[in-house]
């Protein structure tokens, strides 16, 4: 429930800086209560209580504005412990209200609440917040929606109406199951039952073949409308099409984009696009709306099944004919590179691409899948995923707390900046070793340093896309390719005029990635893949970024009721 405060005691002070301050005075306190209950879901075809927020799938939506601040108490009412992350909303100085857990905060246990309160700076557009423990985001997610400042319009034709559209994946059984059966076998957890949009599995697996189970879009002839379309599902990547119908992207990830017009849109897990679609067909046909899965790497298992909704025109024939649409091959990866080499920052007066052209650290980061021993698990060893052969281990107290209060003993700051050794990472049948070196490190920077990191997919075990998020901070897209990255030949390449600005990005299968970004936020920000299969089994780090010279530029003292572990 949003309520927008006026005049409480506690916020007297602020509304007295904004007479004197006119220009704030538009930025509103945005007050949200999050329930975490069990709720027994119906919609598709068997009943089973499912972990929501305020007992919804997918969950309520966050407005708010660029330059609101934003209060949300989270109240955990389940058997699980409990973390919210508001996905890409870059906590300027206030880490504490991230999410995740064991990195910013510890995680709300049952029958405790943690009131999350940041600002939103600098940023309007799309995003969504999820769970961010275990596999529980499966069923706690939902949409952040950020409106420009009053008066401030988009830059782009400004559509009749704004349509959400969450894609996710469904599993019969119990997702904390379902991991915990995958982490004792040391193999891979089961695949999802089917994908959902906007909470529905559509008629291919629905009980029945019904609307009832089927998301229905519903148009006005002629009218332009903005969907906000999010990638909230675990392990899927997702390609997504409307039949006869194309789209105008023009955002990414909360970021203006120069508008490109396709009839595909590839969306990884963590990624949001707004894109404008015209109704312009016939108002007399109704038209498939479709969303498949991309996977490339022909030995990994992902849920290859198709879900299916509908656009239908306000005012149009109940029993009129269905247009019909062909989605993808599920290794179309010339379909997924097109999409992604197409996505360009706006980079306008207003909206400029402020990408860093000197660097201080350069890094290369290797990304994919070892073998450990497991002395628990089936064949006494089990799958891990690591960072430059290094396995993350969680802690058992937030990476933040042990940062702030100086405690030792929880994390080293001897982050690989490199592989420790130099190979063919693309070569089939590597041999030098499936191994990791398991540890909780961090990669340390002084505040304001530029980094540019070079994400390199390997084939040990299986080359495969991963699509990583950073907290903390956008970054750009300098570069991506196939094979070993080549720092004297693929750098001449880089895009360092309008690259598009992400929080989430693919490593391409059997290639590499180049980002770059500037460490000013103060703070340890996770960068992990949002394949929740591969995070699971470690491939993740953290980056600790130093306090800046006076408070505007160091961490936020933490909250009273902070959860404690």
Known sequence: ??????????????????????????????????????????????????????????????????GDNVLVK????????????????????????????????????????????????GQRGTLFWHAHISWLRATMHGAIVILPKKGTPYPFPQPVKEKIIVLAEWWKADTEAVINQGTLSGMPPNVSDAHTMNGYTGPIRNCS???????????????????????AAINDEIFFRIAGH????????????????????????????????????????????GMSSFMDAPSVAVDNTTNYGLLRYNGGPLGSRLVLTTMPPINATKAQLNFSNALRSLNSKKYPAQVPLTIDHSLLFTTGVGVNPCATCL??????????????????IALLQAYYYNISGVFTDDFPSKPPTNFDYTIANYTGGLATMNGTKVYR???NATVQVVLQDTSIIAPESHPLHLHGTNFFVVGMGTGNYNATKDFKNFNLVDPVERNTIDVPTGGWTAIRF????????????????????????????????????????????????
């Not at 709720?39 to 997918?58: D, H």
């Not at 404008?276 to 109704?286: F, I, T």
């Not at 980056?543 to 961490?555: A, H, R, T, V, Y």
Request: positive net charge.
């Open 518 to 565: 500037r460490a000013d936020n103060p703070g340890v920000w996770f960068m992990h893949c949002h394949l929740e299969v591969h995070t699971s089994w470690g491939l993740k780090m953290a980056f600790l970024i130093e306090n800046g010279d006076g408070p505007n530029k160091s961490i936020m003292p933490p909250p009273k009721d902070l959860p404690k572990c």
């Open 209 to 231: 073949i019904s609307s009832q189970g089927t998301y229905t879009l519903h148009v006005e002839h002629n009218k332009t409308y903005l969907l906000r379309i999010i990638n």
């Open 1 to 66: 429930m949003l309520r927008e405060t006026t005049m409480e005691p506690w916020i007297r002070a602020v509304f007295l800086v904004m007479v004197l301050f006119p220009a704030l005075a538009e930025a509103k306190v945005r007050h949200y209560n999050f329930k975490v209950v069990m709720k027994n879901y119906t919609k598709l075809c068997s009943t089973k209580p499912i972990a929501t927020v305020n007992g919804k799938f997918p969950g309520p939506t966050l407005r708010a504005r660029e």
């Open 74 to 121: 989270v109240i955990n009412d389940v058997s699980y412990n409990v973390t919210i992350h508001w996905h890409g909303i870059r906590q300027l100085r206030t880490g504490w209200s991230d999410g995740p857990a064991y990195i910013a905060q510890c995680p709300i246990q049952p029958g405790q609440s943690y009131l999350y309160n940041f600002s939103i700076i």
């Open 246 to 289: 194309k789209f105008t992207v023009v955002e990414v990830d909360a970021s203006y984009t120069k508008p490109f017009v396709t009839d595909t849109i590839y969306i990884a897990p963590g990624q949001t696009t707004n894109a404008l679609l015209k109704a312009d067909q016939s108002p007399s046909k109704k038209y498939l709306i």
């Open 445 to 447: 920077l002084s505040y």
């Open 379 to 396: 064949n006494g060893s089990k799958l891990v995923g690591n960072i430059n052969n290094v396995t993350f281990v969680m802690p058992s």
